[in-house]
Structure formats: structure tokens, C-alpha cells
């Protein structure tokens, strides 16, 4: 017997993009839960043929994970700016930026690949 009811999230109408957004963030969450379930599964056992069974549907998983990430882009602007903008602040954060820096991505600040932050000074930088 099936576990989800098949008609539980019937409306009565056809969802608007910020709701189908909201749907869809949920079904990325089932995406990855299963991702870490079959991974478990995967570390759980040595029989060869469940292992690739489990990886090629964890991989499947994978990619339905990433393809519903690209329709939220397009279903909720404010994501699809975040998106835009998380790029050039993992650049910072990992480089070490101070967080006004991070933080003016977006904000008017200027965007990584303009920013000359961190400055490496090298023995270049002290000639005339
Ligand atoms: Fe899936």
C-alpha cells in the first residue's frame, strides 16, 4: 500500500510560480533526502550489483536535485539573484574578504572579478 496519498496536494486551480517555487523547494528536499539514503544504503553493503544499482539511482537523484534548482531560478526572481550574486561571494568568503565586503555584492558593491581584494603583495608591489 502506497505510503503518499496521490491526490493530497490537489487545488482546486493551477498554482501560481511563487507557489509552484514552494512545491518545488519541496521536492528538492525529497531529492536530497534520498540522495542521503541511498548513499547510506551504498556504504551498508559490498554486493556489487546493489552498489551500482544505488549509485546510478543516487546519481539520477543528483541531477533531478540539480534541474529542479534551475526551475526555481526561473520560478523565484529573488533566487535567481542570489544565485547570481552567491558565485562572486564564495570567491570572497573563501579568499578571505571582511564581510562588507561580501555583503556589498549586490548591494552596488563591486562584483569579485572588479574587487582587487584580498591585495597579495609580492616583492613586485614594493619596486618603484
Ligand atoms: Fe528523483
Redesign the pocket.
Same mark, same amino acid.
Given at each position: 500500500m502506497p505510503q503518499t496519498n496521490p491526490f493530497h496536494s490537489l487545488t482546486p486551480r493551477k498554482l501560481t510560480d511563487s507557489e509552484l517555487a514552494r512545491s518545488i523547494r519541496l521536492n528538492i528536499e !525529497? =531529492?536530497l533526502d !534520498?540522495i542521503n539514503l541511498y548513499a547510506a544504503h551504498l556504504d551498508a553493503t559490498d554486493n556489487p550489483e546493489a552498489k551500482a544499482i544505488l549509485q546510478h539511482v543516487m546519481d =539520477?537523484?543528483r541531477e533531478?536535485a540539480a534541474l529542479f534548482w534551475q526551475l526555481i531560478a526561473r520560478l523565484d526572481p529573488a533566487q535567481a539573484q542570489h544565485d547570481r550574486e552567491a558565485s562572486a561571494k564564495y570567491q570572497l568568503i573563501t579568499r578571505g574578504a571582511s564581510h562588507e565586503a561580501v555583503e556589498a555584492v549586490g548591494e552596488g558593491g563591486a562584483p569579485a572579478e572588479e574587487s582587487n581584494f584580498p591585495k597579495r603583495f609580492t616583492v613586485g608591489n614594493l619596486r618603484p
Open positions: !525529497a =531529492e !534520498a =539520477e537523484e533531478h
